[in-house]
């Protein structure tokens, strides 16, 4: 049986979990705003309850991002340092695809995770139901409503259901309902970001294979490319 933790950022904070294979054995969280001066009591305390120290630990995962910029280099930074101490591997998770993934629903057209990237941007991942293909990028948001439109419903799919999910699907909700109508399709509450669990589940996944082991994790900042995508559409 492996131990390990999971660590991610989230726009508001940071979580920490420990898990023993794929079951989550407790996770904690903390502000923000007190995430560099509490994070290692927060760790210190979360191994303390559950009777384990970082040499039980086989591996440290992470939501690489992408996300808020400050918070997302803090944890990264502890993460790194952590992983340098113990030289225990490190697993990065990209953060959109996991609440892509863990999100998407096979009953709707197309699963749409957007997380807010500042100054009218988001960031997103598109997924079609029954495929594999997914597309990942930034892009104002504005455009990328647009654009969504035009090819899956204006002339391809005009009655597709397509899910919104993350922090962006919160913040331009009423944008999102005026062009799409009952098209447009919003779980309650709307998750903001992927869960720790789902950090946790992708890791071990990893680990098992023993795929992305590394010795130091570097923040996924998308707006440092036009984009990213596996293949179409060619309109992104």
Known sequence: MNKFLAIQHTYQGIELALFQDSRLLEKVYDDKKRASKNFIHLLTSLLKNNTCTLEDISFIAANKGPGPFTTLRVV??????????????????????????????DKHSFTVALL?????DVYFGIEAAGLSDRYIGYKNNVLLLEELYALYLDAQCPEAKIQFVGNGAIKYKSEIHAMFGNNAIFLDPIPEHCSIEQIG????????????????????????????????????
């Open 116 to 120: 807010d990237a500042f100054s009218g």
């Open 201 to 236: 589940k992708l890791a071990f996944k990893q680990w098992n294979h023993s795929e992305g082991l590394s010795d130091q994790l570097l923040p996924m900042y998308l707006k440092q490319m036009a984009f990213k995508k596996p293949e179409k559409p060619s309109s992104f």
């Open 76 to 105: 990264l930074a502890s993460v790194n340092g952590l992983g340098f101490a113990t030289k225990k591997p490190l697993i990065g998770i990209d953060g959109l695809m996991a609440l892509l993934q863990e999100y998407q629903d």
